[in-house]
């Protein structure tokens, strides 16, 4: 027989409904920008001097627009489409991530174990202080390991072997930090995270992201190695230099490949970004990817600080401020109007990449382009910034939760005057001792009194499952209820806010 803990969380799960979409016309408005779309890619690409650019729009699982402009050969005038294959450089970074997550998810490693458990070679690490705590394989993920930031140096190690990544550490490395105490953006740190999978997997990294990340997901035109990508499918990279296209030489996959070395389309990689959009909301549904929907949520979360930008501007001139963190192989921002992004960058010797998520809003965006570190990231802010503003997108909105629901209908028939509110089970045992029964009547009266007669009573806004606030419209004023309960199972209201609108001209 299950105890009684399991059959209130079964209760609980059966009767939890997750946020949705409440536009009937969203995705029409979002398909009727799909000009306007196509025109910010182009007019960009072309002032950049861009020889090719990709891009793809993600809706609710779907790659539901995508297109390309120029080439991806300039020599053979190839034309950049969403099947052509491009180096994505450090969008790479979350799909190792997710490798690591998923061996964590087997049991087979341990997110805060030292490095030199899965490498012996780290283990003799000369840290920056003697009171240095030990490396861990969080911080290589988050870029807290304390080692420099590594750009362009690390662009140009991607084909380097297994052997010389350990030959480095074996001859020390330089730091910057103690491990844990500050973001510091390193290639290093995830050509090691390749070396763990690898040594943990018994595979090569690459074979083990494939086999249990990229084919499970669809993604079956994408590859570690340039050579292995067909000829007419295959972007070559390019610097602008002297008023011309000059071609970067195509560096070979190697241990560093798990920092930026995985070429793939916007199709293939569309799947991906679907699967960290499936992620969300939290639900009951069955699980369907390669790893647990909770382990994907758990990417995306903010973990180191990076930065606060209190005058960050939209390219279309909206100032917003935005406050910054790196997570698992990814960015997390969080702007003024309480909106969530997630995304990566990515740029080598001839391709710059970007791919940007709202999780709440159900939509991402993937653009490639084949010029050295190309900035996507600017022209998908423009994107998604067009289609919030334009579309009027909303996020999901969240249901009331029955015990929510209920707890108000309760409320209101006990407001204004409280009566045999002592004996009615529904208050947590502080809510009277907080603020006495008589206290809490001669407020309350005090404001019907001011309101006047009731002519109506708001819908429930909930925050989550136990908490929300409505409005009594009265004939004079109006006041706001906020309530929130406990987590006692039933719920309890433990606080109970009162607070009185602007009142009628």
């Not at 140096?153 to 500050?182: C, H, I, M, Y």
């Not at 090569?204 to 494939?210: F, K, M, N, S």
């Not at 045999?420 to 603020?435: G, L, M, R, V, Y």
């Amino acid at each position: 027989m299950p105890n009684g803990s399991s059959i209130a969380a079964s209760s609980q799960q059966k009767n939890y409904r997750p946020p949705t979409f409440t536009d009937p016309d969203r995705l029409a408005k979002i398909e009727a920008l799909y000009p306007v779309i196509d025109k910010i890619y182009q007019d960009y690409a072309a002032k950049n001097h861009y020889p090719g650019l990709a891009f793809g729009l993600v809706v609710d699982g779907k790659l539901v627009h995508s297109g390309g402009f120029g080439y991806t050969d300039v020599a053979r005038k190839t034309p950049a489409t969403p099947r052509s294959a491009f180096r994505i450089a450090s969008m790479t970074k979350s799909i190792t991530a997710m490798a690591i997550l998923k061996l964590r998810d087997e049991g087979k490693l341990q997110l805060d174990a030292p490095v030199s458990n899965y490498i012996p070679e780290a283990a003799k690490l000369t840290y920056l202080t003697a009171d240095a705590p030990v490396m861990t394989v969080r911080n290589l993920m988050t870029h807290s390991a304390g080692f420099p930031e590594d750009n362009p140096w690390g662009d140009r190690q991607l084909a380097d072997t297994d052997d010389e990544l350990l030959a480095l550490l074996k001859n020390d490395v330089s730091f910057s930090n103690v491990p844990g105490v500050a973001y510091e953006y390193s290639n290093l740190a995830f050509a090691m995270l390749g070396r763990i999978i690898t040594k943990v997997s018994g595979k090569p990294y690459q074979q083990y992201i494939t086999e249990t990340i990229l084919k499970p997901l669809g993604m079956t035109h994408t590859e570690w190695e340039y050579t292995k990508v067909p000829a007419d499918q295959l972007a070559h990279g390019y610097r602008w230099l002297n008023e011309q296209w000059v071609e970067e030489p195509l560096l070979h996959d190697g241990i560093y490949g798990a920092m930026g070395g995985l070429i793939t389309s916007i199709e293939d990689f569309s799947r991906y970004v679907a699967f960290h959009l499936s992620a969300w909301p939290p639900r009951n549904d069955a699980e369907t990817g390669p790893i647990k929907r909770s382990s994907v949520r758990e990417m995306q979360l903010p973990r180191t600080f990076r930065d606060l930008n209190p005058g960050f501007r939209f390219p279309g001139g909206r100032v917003s401020p935005m406050v910054n963190h790196y997570a698992y192989g990814l960015s997390w921002s969080h702007d003024g109007d309480g909106r969530d992004y997630v995304a990566h960058s990515g740029g080598l010797p001839g391709f710059g990449s970007q791919w940007r998520i709202l999780p709440d809003y159900g939509i991402g965006i993937i653009a490639y382009g084949n010029l050295t570190y190309a900035n996507l990231g600017t022209v998908n802010w423009a994107v998604l910034d067009t289609l919030l503003s334009t579309a009027k997108l909303k996020p999901r909105q969240l249901p009331v939760s029955a015990v929510l629901n209920q707890r108000k209908a309760e409320l209101v028939s006990l407001l204004p005057n409280w009566t045999n509110a002592d004996k009615s089970q529904i208050f947590a045992e502080n809510f009277f001792p907080d603020q006495s029964l008589e206290a809490r009547r001669k407020v309350a009266q005090a404001l019907f009194a001011r309101m006047g007669k009731v002519v109506r009573v708001g819908e429930l806004i909930p925050e989550n499952q136990l908490r929300g606030h409505f409005v009594i419209e009265g004939e004079q004023s109006s006041v706001d209820v906020f309530f929130t309960l406990t987590p006692e199972n039933p719920a309890l209201i433990q606080q109970l806010d009162l607070h009185e609108l602007a009142r009628k001209p």
